[in-house]
Structures are given as C-alpha cells and as structure tokens.
C-alpha cells in the first residue's frame, strides 16, 4: 500500500467554521491510489464495469468494493474527509458504442472483510448514497493505464471505519455491439474485498458473488481505485448532530438491519458512538460502534441514538425499531376452525406467526385437510437444538401445483434450520410438462431439518425431472444440481416416496460437501431414473431403504436404486433392499444398476465409503443387470452384501449380461469381501459373479461365495 499523489493541487477550498466566530481556512485537495496487494494482469473480471468482448450479451454488471480504515489512513483519508471523485485505471482502448447508465454508490462501514460466498445487491446497498449517477455514460480509450475519473453529484463524508463503494452499470440500450471491445482494468489481489456478477439485464444482477462474476474468476480481486478528497478541517465545538435513520422500523429477531447517521457537522477531532435503550431513558453504549452507518440485530424492541462528541458531547434523535415477541407453545393448523390465537387455517398462516422467532419449541398439530397451498420457509429467528418447530401431520395432506421453475416444491426449507415435519402426506398434483414437483426441497444452507413418516405422491408416469421426491441440492431448478448446498445433519426417515423422477436426493457440489445426513427406512417406490442420488457428501448414512418398482410402467435406458456420483467421503450404503425394477414392465430391456458408484473417490484410514449388507434380488425386466457397479471410485469397501442375479429374463440376448460386483475404470483401495453372489438368471446374458474390467485397479477380493445354477446358462465365478 502506498501514496501516489495524481495531482499535487487542485485548488483552494474556502469554508466558514463557526466556533464563536467565523474565520477562512483554505484546504488543499489530494488524489491517492489504493493500490493494496499484488498486481494482476488487467482484464475484465472484476469491474469496475464489466465488458469482455465487443460482441458480448453481458450488457449489464453490479460491483461492490470494500476499502478499510487501515488502506484509507494509508492515504491519508481520515475522519471528516470529503470525497469529491473516484476513478479506475483502464488499460486499453476499447470504447462504448453508445450512452450507457453507470450508477456509483458509498457508504461508511464498519465492515472489515467480505467473507460470504454471497451477497445481495439489497443487502449490500443498504444504507448507501447514490453519489454518482449519468445516464448517458460514456467510456473513452485508454491507450496506456489511465485513470478515468467520475466527479460525485453528491460529494461523500468520511466519518470513519471502512468504506463500502458499489459500481452498477447497464448498456442494454445501445443494439448490436455494445462496446467496440474488452474494457481491462488494473487489479490486485486482495483478500476478501469484493463482491459481483455481470449479467445480461440489470434485473438479473440480484445477488452478487465474491469468487465469480457468474461468467468468469474475481476471486480475491478488486481494481485499483483513485480518490480525490479533502482532508476535514476541525470539527465545531459544541457539534451540531446530524440525523439517525434505520433501514427498518420493524424487524425480526435475530435479522440484521442497518442504522446510519448522517447530517450535522464534522471534521477532525469528531468522534460519535452509538447507545441503545430499551426504554429512552437508560442509554447504554454499543461497543465498537463508532461509525456512521454498521448493521446490527436485536432480540427485542429497541431505541437508538449517536452521541456526538467534539469538546463537548450532545446526542443525535433516537429512532426506534421494534420487534415482536418471540412465541412458543403447542397449538393446531385446522381450517375448519375459526382462526384463533391457538389455531391456524393454514400452514402459511402458522408459519407467519413464527416467522419473526420463537423462544421455545413450537408444535403444530394438522386437522381436516387436505389443504391446497404452497410452503416456502426461511430461517426462524430463535430455533435451535432445544427450540424446535414440528409440525405433526396426523395423516393429512397438503397439496399443491407448481408452474414457478425457482419455486418447485410443496415445502421449501430455504436456509431454515430445526424444522420437523411427521406423518405428512405430500401430493405433487403437476402433470404437464410446464408444471413442476418436488414433495420436500431443502437448500442454501438447511441444516438439523427432519422429514419422518411422510408420505409424498409424484407423478407416475412422466419421465421429467421436473418431479422429484425430498430434494437436498444447490438448486433452486433441479433435485441433481449442484451448488453450495450446505444443508447440514438433517434426518430423512421412515418415509414412502411414489413417482417422480427421482425418490431421493443429496446434492452439494465437487468443494463443498453436505455433511452427515441420514436417509433411512424410507420405501421409494416407482422412480423413473434414481431411488436415490448423492453427489457431494461427507459421513452420509443411506441405510435400511426399500427401493423398487413394482408399478412403473416408463423407465430410463439405465436406471439406479442408489446412486452416488463425484465427491463422496466416509458414507455409509447399508442394509438397503432392492428389487424389482420392472414390475410394471417384465418385458422391458432396459438396464438397471442396484448400487452405483461412479467417480467417488473417498479417502483410506478410516474415510473410505462402505457398501456393507445390502441385498439386490428380484431382477425383473430383460435388460443388463448389475448388482454393484463401481466406475473410477478409489477406496469403496464392498462387504456382506447378498446379490441375487435372478429373474426369468427370457428375451435377453447375448449381448446383454448380468454382473453381481461390476469393477470398470481404473481405481485402487477395493476391498470385496464375505459377499454372497448367486446367478440363477434366465436367458442369453452373459453372466458373472465377479468381473473386473481394468488390469490396472488395486483390488482385494476374499471370502465371497459364488453361486451358479445349472439352469442359468453362459455362467461365470468371475472375469
């Protein structure tokens, strides 16, 4: 970090300061460079203004940048500075081929990194100035670095702390090219000082992320910036104080808001602290609350207000910002009741009485249904392991059609945690091709949730993944997409899913892991494709599972009853029973795995994934039929399962076969032991108990035994 004075004078700045007298003080204007960290190679990532080609769809970007107080003292910026222009440095000559909106917005925080992986661009705007706007912005060549300065309409106070500096741009009115070409910018690395995304319409540009633009890295980068400031004189003794405003006046527990202060006078010398009473008239000091704008939250209504001090002390206006009371207790969802203050007449109704926190468990007991609604929920400010929400079904239905692709479930836990849903039936009532199904969906970050003796009800026939049983995933438009899912320790047990595309799903991404989740005793009856899939997990027990088909008359080419795919570490596949999966179709060719594991690779010393006493029998349908099929997954422990290679299988031909353990693609760390294979399948197939296709894996295989029938023919132990 260092200064780098652009312009050793600007100009003279005559103010009055009243202190008993007025007197003229001339100031003189500065422009530095925040140029913390280590350079990069310019380019167009991380903004301020976003353009990679001439010819890109990406017309519109959002940017937010944050500078500390330690980068701003660096410089010279301290307290009561006025800010009056900021600039980036562009290092080519790529030029706007028509007027664009460019937007700049500041506020003083008390922020110290941007750690979220995201943000939104709300949240982050919170409490900000506009101090530059132009709507017909244009940005000229640059042959060399160049600094290309924007003047604030609103000049900017400095009252201390970071300062929060968010960019917005849209080009979308100028067709064809946009730019003549890539706008490079000058960066460096710098940890945790930025948020983005570029997008192809400002609507879209909601949520902004601080690893990617949404189409290229900006992970740890931000631009240099040029600040043209001057410096604040003495501040005024007595001060004059200026004015508290709150982002909300009411708000829930827990749930963060933003005070700032703004207004009265200032300048060097000036220091102001935030109170807190819970009356007006006991006032306590909010410790490290000492710039003009931080957010905060509260378990209960509260006033505030900033004492100013230069000399003397006097205190702002205090503004109040309420929250209700936290509830708790055991009470009924009926909608054949009269509403009351123990009874709901709907689960929208019940959940917007807990929505703002509770303080103890909160039961809710279902009567009549069924009801037709749609359930999303957010975090309950309050819940915990000892403060639960359950809503007990009692056998009742809730039901719903979804035509909303970003809403696609009955209930949506999206970020809550310590919700308990019992003995529920679920009916998915989507049956056309713009209508959308998910039973349970779980994501960004929904974590101790338990979904236990439900029933959900999918659609039979369709073969669209529109339809899905519980959902875990990173997306909000699929039950296999990937993301940051984060979804924690949640318990999905004793549960029958009938339908869809898939039963069962467990979805976080080739990084980021959910960990210990429990899917247990549940019966997936029906599926098209997957009884259950996981992708990206850490300590998952699949256990005690009943997974068939008895009825499905459609199904995929290949189909699974449990499948994992990519990251997976120290899961545990356990005493699942799976059969039958063409008890709609005996005819069918197609082909059926009964566990998967494809490209999983766990690690050795107690982490490897266990695949231990589950039993694949009842192989109904003509097509290819494996018992265990592992493709590429290093360290999988395959032990104590019974596999049961049967059926009639009269149609199958020669060139289909029938495998009990299927090893393809090299791997190493294989363990097979004490399995019991038995291959009584009719038919063509050529059959195996043990086959092995890839010389080159580490494989252990022991103590199995191996059964052939005399009646099965082209039988083998093993290949």
């Not at 308990?420 to 969906?441: I, Q």
């Not at 393809?664 to 009719?682: E, L, Q, W």
Request: proline content about 4%.
């Amino acid at each position: 970090m260092k200064k780098m004075y652009m312009s050793a004078f600007i100009g003279k700045i005559s103010f009055l300061l009243f202190c008993g007298l007025s007197f003229l003080i001339s100031v003189t204007a500065q422009t530095v460079v925040i140029n913390t960290g280590t350079p990069g190679t310019p380019a167009h990532n991380a903004g301020p203004i976003y353009r990679s080609l001439n010819t890109s769809a990406y017309d519109a970007s959002r940017y937010a940048y944050l500078y500390t107080q330690d980068e701003l003292a660096a410089v010279g910026i301290t307290p009561g500075a006025i800010i009056s222009q900021l600039g980036w440095a562009k290092n080519n000559n790529a030029v706007t081929n028509g007027p664009a909106i460019f937007r700049i917005y500041m506020k003083n925080s008390t922020a110290t990194t941007f750690g979220l992986a995201t943000e939104t661009w709300a949240n982050l705007n919170t409490g900000a100035t506009l101090v530059y706007e132009n709507l017909a912005q244009n940005i000229p060549a640059t042959t060399a670095p160049t600094f290309i300065p924007f003047t604030l309409n609103n000049p900017f106070t400095y009252t201390g702390g970071s300062i929060e500096i968010s960019t917005e741009w849209d080009i979308n009115a100028v067709s064809g090219n946009a730019t003549s070409g890539t706008f490079e910018w000058l960066w460096n690395t710098v940890p945790d000082r930025i948020y983005g995304t570029g997008q192809t319409v400002l609507a879209n540009a909601g949520t902004l992320s601080s690893t990617s633009n949404s189409i290229s890295d900006i992970d740890n980068r931000r631009p240099l910036l040029q600040i043209t400031f001057t410096p604040g004189g003495p501040c005024t003794n007595p001060p004059v104080p200026g004015t508290v405003t709150s982002s909300t006046a009411n708000t829930c527990i827990t749930v963060p808001f933003t005070l700032t202060y703004s207004g009265g006078t200032n300048g060097t010398g000036q220091t102001i602290q935030w109170q807190s009473s819970p009356d007006g008239v006991t006032w306590t000091d909010i410790p490290g609350a000492t710039s003009a704008s931080f957010s905060l939250s509260q378990t209960a209504s509260t006033q505030y207000r900033v004492l100013v001090t230069c000399g003397v002390a006097v205190t702002s206006n205090a503004v109040t910002v309420n929250s209700p009371v936290a509830v708790s207790g055991t009470f009924t969802i009926d909608r054949l009741a009269a509403p009351s203050a123990t009874n709901f007449q709907s689960f929208n109704a019940a959940y917007d009485f807990i929505r703002c926190g509770i303080s103890d468990d909160v039961i809710f007991n279902v009567l009549n249904g069924p009801y037709n609604e749609q359930l999303i929920m957010s975090e309950v400010p309050g819940a915990a392991l000892d403060k639960t929400v359950t809503f007990n079904g009692n056998g009742q239905a809730i039901e719903f059609i979804s035509t909303n692709t970003n809403e696609r479930a009955v209930i949506k836990l999206d970020g809550a945690d310590f919700i308990h849903f019992n003995n529920l039936v679920v009916n998915s009532l989507g049956t056309a091709t713009t209508d959308y199904g998910f039973g349970f969906h779980l994501m960004n970050d929904a974590n101790n949730n338990s979904i236990v003796g439900c029933t959900v009800n999918l659609n039979l026939t369709s073969t669209s993944s529109n339809f899905a049983g519980i959902v875990v995933s990173g997306s909000a438009t699929s039950s296999t997409g990937t993301g940051s899912t984060l979804s924690d320790d949640n318990v999905i047990a004793n549960n029958t899913i009938n339908g869809g595309y898939l039963g069962i799903s467990l979805v976080g991404s080739a990084t980021e892991a959910n960990r210990n989740n429990v899917i247990t005793g549940n019966t997936v009856n029906d599926f098209h494709i997957y009884g259950i899939y996981v992708y990206g997990s850490f300590g998952s027990i699949v256990d005690a599972n009943i997974i068939q088909r008895p009825a499905r008359t459609i199904s995929a080419t290949t189909s699974y009853g449990i499948y994992f795919t990519n990251l997976s570490i120290s899961a545990e596949v356990t005493r699942n029973r799976i059969s039958n999966p063409f008890g709609g179709d005996n005819s069918s060719t197609n082909a059926f795995h009964g566990i998967m594991f494809t490209g999983v690779d766990a690690m050795a010393g107690g982490l490897e994934n266990r695949i231990v006493n589950n039993i694949v029998y009842n192989l109904t349908g003509n097509g290819d039929v494996v018992g265990i099929n592992n493709t590429s997954s290093d360290n999988l422990l395959i032990y104590h399962n019974t596999l049961s290679i049967d059926g009639d299988a009269p149609t199958s031909g020669s060139t289909d076969f029938s495998r009990g353990i299927y090893q393809t693609t090299s791997a190493f760390g294989i363990d097979i032991k004490n399995n019991i294979i038995s291959i009584t399948r009719g038919g063509a197939s050529v059959k195996h108990g043990l086959y092995f296709n890839t010389a080159a894996s580490t494989i252990t295989s022991n103590f199995n035994n191996i059964y052939i029938s005399p009646t099965s023919t082209d039988a083998h132990v093993g290949f």
